[in-house]
C-alpha cells in the first residue's frame, strides 16, 4: 500500500530564500510522481510532474527530484517571494502508472516579506 | 480554453440528507476522478470515471455515487450525509484513465450541520 509523508508540515521563511520540500513515498515501483500548489480555499495547481526515467523536472524557480530507490522526491524553490506561499502537496499512484493517485498531508509554506 | 469546472462552488446540508455535485473536465479530457479533502489533510480518492463507467474506486462507502454522462461531465451523489463528510470534494480530469498529470478543480466546499 502506496503511503507519502511530507517534512515539515510548516515551513516559515524570509523573501530571497533557496528552500528544499521533502516527500517521501513507500511504494518505489512508480512511474512518476507529481507536485501541486494548493492556496487557501482553492483546488490545485499542478507545479511538476516527474517521470521515472527524468528523475529531475525544472519550471521556472522550481526544480524537483525523484530518487525511485530511497523513496524520496525534493522540491527545490529558488528565491522565495512572498507570492509562493501556499500548501505544496506530491502525489504519487498507488501502484506503478497508476491514475489513482495517494497524496501527501503537505506543506505549508509562508513567504515573509 | 476551459479548466475544469466544479458546482456548486459552497453547500450546506444537514445530516442524513443527500447531495449531488458536478463537474465539466477540461476540454479535451474524457477521464475524471473524484478526491475528498478533509481540512488539514491530503486529498483522497474517491473514484474515477472513464466511458461512462466506474474504473477505481476508493476507500468509500456506498454511499459515495457517481455518474458520467456522454458528455463527459461527471457527478458525484453522497446519501445519508454524516458529520464527516464535511470537506472540500475536488474533481480531476485526464485524458484517458491513466494518464498524467490530472487538472484539478477549485473544488466544492460541503459543510455539514
Known amino acids: 500500500k502506496q503511503e507519502v509523508t511530507q517534512i515539515p508540515a510548516a515551513l516559515s521563511v524570509p523573501e530571497g530564500e533557496n528552500l528544499v520540500l521533502n516527500c517521501s513515498f513507500t511504494d518505489s515501483a512508480i512511474y512518476n510522481l507529481q507536485w501541486f500548489r494548493q492556496d487557501p480555499g482553492k483546488g490545485l495547481t499542478s507545479l511538476l510532474l516527474i517521470q521515472s526515467s527524468q528523475r529531475e523536472q525544472t519550471s521556472g524557480r522550481l526544480n524537483a527530484s525523484l530518487d525511485k530507490s530511497s523513496g524520496r522526491s525534493t522540491l527545490y524553490i529558488a528565491a522565495s517571494q512572498p507570492g509562493d506561499s501556499a500548501t505544496y502537496l506530491c502525489?504519487?499512484?498507488?501502484?506503478?502508472?497508476?491514475?489513482?493517485?495517494?497524496f501527501g498531508k503537505g506543506t505549508k509554506l509562508t513567504v515573509n516579506p | 480554453d476551459a479548466g475544469v469546472t466544479q458546482s456548486p462552488t459552497h453547500l450546506i446540508k444537514t445530516r442524513g440528507q443527500q447531495v449531488t455535485l458536478r463537474c465539466s473536465p477540461k476540454s479535451g479530457h474524457d477521464t475524471v476522478s473524484w478526491y475528498q479533502q478533509a481540512l488539514g489533510q491530503g486529498p483522497q480518492f474517491i473514484f474515477q470515471y472513464y466511458e461512462e463507467e466506474e474504473r477505481q474506486r476508493g476507500n468509500f462507502p456506498d454511499r459515495f455515487s457517481g455518474h458520467q454522462f456522454p458528455n463527459y461531465s461527471s457527478e458525484l451523489n453522497v446519501n445519508a450525509l454524516l458529520l464527516g463528510d464535511s470537506a472540500l470534494y475536488l474533481c480531476?480530469?485526464?485524458?484517458?484513465?491513466?494518464?498524467?498529470?490530472?487538472?484539478f478543480g477549485d473544488g466544492t466546499r460541503l459543510s455539514i450541520l
Open positions: 502525489a504519487a499512484p498507488t501502484q506503478g502508472g497508476s491514475e489513482k493517485l495517494v
Open positions: 480531476a480530469s485526464s485524458f484517458g484513465p491513466a494518464r498524467q498529470p490530472q487538472h
